[in-house]
């Protein structure tokens, strides 16, 4: 059974730093890209990140360049994203995804629960 599970999440103030994990299992985990997304209340959910399986080819939504750091290690089945001087607009339910290809499509065919980031004072 596919698995993608996210951990790392939490209350940060403005400018703190988070790093999200996200841990594949039952798929080949160097087969696919990896994306992050995420959730704002009230907001439709938005892509922040996407790594393709092998090279590191990366790229980010415009909000979050310079700040944010996608990385996967593919011998370790996990992927991550840091998360650097946070902002209150940061704040939603951040989402793991994966595939369906190796490179980034935009529309990832697997997903995790996804875990709350909430970035407040």
């Known amino acids: 059974q596919l698995q993608l599970v996210e951990s790392g999440g939490g209350l940060v103030q403005p400018g703190g730093s988070l790093r999200l994990s996200c841990i594949g299992s039952?798929?080949?985990?160097?087969?696919?890209?990896i994306s992050w997304f995420r959730q704002a209340p009230g907001k439709e959910r938005e892509g922040v990140s996407c790594?393709?399986?092998?090279?590191?080819?990366?790229n980010y939504t415009d909000s979050v360049k310079g700040r944010f750091t996608i990385s996967r290690d593919n011998d370790e089945l996990t992927a991550y994203l840091q998360m650097n001087s946070l902002k209150p607009e940061d704040t939603g339910v951040y989402y793991c995804?994966?595939?369906?290809?190796?490179?980034?499509?935009?529309?990832?065919?697997?997903w995790g629960q996804g875990i709350q980031v909430t970035v407040s004072s």
């Open positions: 039952g798929f080949t985990f160097d087969y696919y890209s």
């Open positions: 790594i393709e399986n092998i090279g590191g080819r990366s």
């Open positions: 995804a994966a595939g369906p290809y190796y490179y980034c499509s935009g529309h990832p065919r697997y």
